[in-house]
Structures are given as structure tokens and as C-alpha cells.
């Protein structure tokens, strides 16, 4: 049962162009949204959250922005940048696991070519 | 800085012999956990602890155990290594009620099991 879906397993745009990554998820108990980047052979660092009370947030070439209804969030990087080539991860928790575990989605692989 | 450390980066097991995986966080967090990423499903949660002494299974637990003795460092256990066990393991740590933005992971470990 796969609560986070990220159903693009790769995504390739040129460099300046916007990269849109896509995550659904199942689960209405989810309340904090977060991605997550992944370089190979690293651990997967922090790229930028949300919470449920949130639409949109925003930190300088990235945008997350949390559609409710729909159960859906979208990752926005403008531009994008070849160094931005990476696995990116959405993840969810619900907010009696704050500071808890994580579910994840599986992944897209994101190519920016310049 | 966090730091998550996972003292072994690639492995290569037989089948069948007991493997030891090793973390250890200098942060002084409640939460630490082991994921393993598998290419196509994502990261997956095989095991957490809260507190010293005390687990709780993740979403794939089976073949894995674990050891928390130290409030720092927390062990993943392959009893009897089989070649379906080969896989990245992450470990990760967080603390109670900061939320999932300040979950850091290990650079991870590479396990080849033949």
C-alpha cells in the first residue's frame, strides 16, 4: 500500500527551463510535506517542507505548493540548474509522529541538461 | 553541523552470515531509524527507536533486528543475509516535536550480499 506516489520515475528539462516534480499521497492523516534530494552514493539532505495549513511555500529557486483536495503537491524549480540533477523524494508524517517517521514516495530522477 | 555516521559504506556479505550495520549521531536526538532505498521503490522504513533499549518495527521488518543500548548509536542486525538483502541502508535521526525538516540521514551503507 504506497501512501506517497511520485509516479514519474525520471524527469529530463534543459537548463534555465522550469523542472516541475509531482507527489500524491492517500493517506488524509498526512499533515507535513517535505522533498528531499539524493545524490548517489550520499544520504538524502533536506530540500524544503509544507504544512497542510499551507498552499505554497516558498525558499529561493524552489517552490512547493500543497493542493488538499486533491491530495497532491508539486515541487517547482525555477531556473533549473544542471547541478540540480539528482533523485528527489517527497515525503509525508502525520502530525501525532512529529519528529517521527517518514513515509516516502519512490523517487524521480531528475536530469537537467545544459 | 549534524552529524549521522554510518561507519560502513560498502560491504560485501555471503549469504547466510550475521551482518552488523553501525550508526551513530552526535546530536544527542530521541528518534534514530533505518530505511533501505531500492531503485523504483523509494526509501523504505525497516526499523525505529525512541528511546534507549525501546524499537518498534517499521514497514519491512522482516529478516532485520536491531540494537539501541546507547541513546547515540543504533544497529541494524542482518541475522542471516540473504541476496534479496542487498540494498542502500540509511540510517537517519530526528528529535520529538521539531518536524520532519530536521530528520538527517547517514551518507549511507552499500550491501552486497552473494
Known amino acids: 500500500d504506497q501512501q506517497v506516489k511520485q509516479n514519474s520515475p525520471s524527469l529530463s528539462v534543459q537548463e534555465g527551463r522550469i523542472s516541475i516534480l509531482n507527489c500524491d499521497y492517500t493517506n488524509s492523516m498526512f499533515d507535513y510535506f517535505l522533498w528531499y534530494k539524493k545524490y548517489p552514493a550520499e544520504g538524502p539532505t533536506f530540500l524544503i517542507s509544507i504544512s497542510s495549513i499551507k498552499d505554497k511555500n516558498e525558499d529561493g529557486r524552489f517552490t512547493v505548493f500543497l493542493n488538499k483536495s486533491a491530495k497532491h503537491l508539486s515541487l517547482h524549480i525555477v531556473p533549473s540548474q544542471p547541478g540540480d540533477s539528482a533523485v528527489y523524494f517527497c515525503a509525508a508524517s502525520a502530525k501525532e509522529t512529529s519528529g517521527s517517521r517518514l513515509t516516502f514516495g519512490e523517487g524521480t530522477q531528475l536530469t537537467v541538461n545544459p | 553541523d549534524v552529524k549521522v555516521t554510518q561507519s560502513s559504506r560498502y560491504l560485501v556479505k555471503r549469504t547466510g552470515e550475521k551482518v552488523f550495520l553501525e550508526c551513530v549521531q552526535d546530536m544527542d536526538h530521541e528518534n534514530m531509524f533505518w530505511y533501505r532505498q531500492d531503485p523504483g521503490l523509494g526509501l523504505r522504513l525497516i526499523y525505529f527507536s525512541y528511546d534507549v533499549k525501546m524499537k518498534e518495527k517499521g514497514d519491512i521488518p522482516e529478516g532485520y533486528s536491531v540494537s539501541r543500548e546507547k541513546k547515540e548509536r543504533f544497529s541494524l542486525i542482518l541475522e542471516s543475509a540473504s541476496t534479496n538483502q542487498t540494498s542502500m541502508y540509511l540510517c537517519?535521526?530526528?528529535?520529538w516535536g521539531l518536524g520532519g525538516n530536521t530528520i538527517y540521514f547517514g551518507e549511507g551503507s552499500w550491501l552486497t550480499v552473494v
Open positions: 537517519a535521526s530526528t528529535s
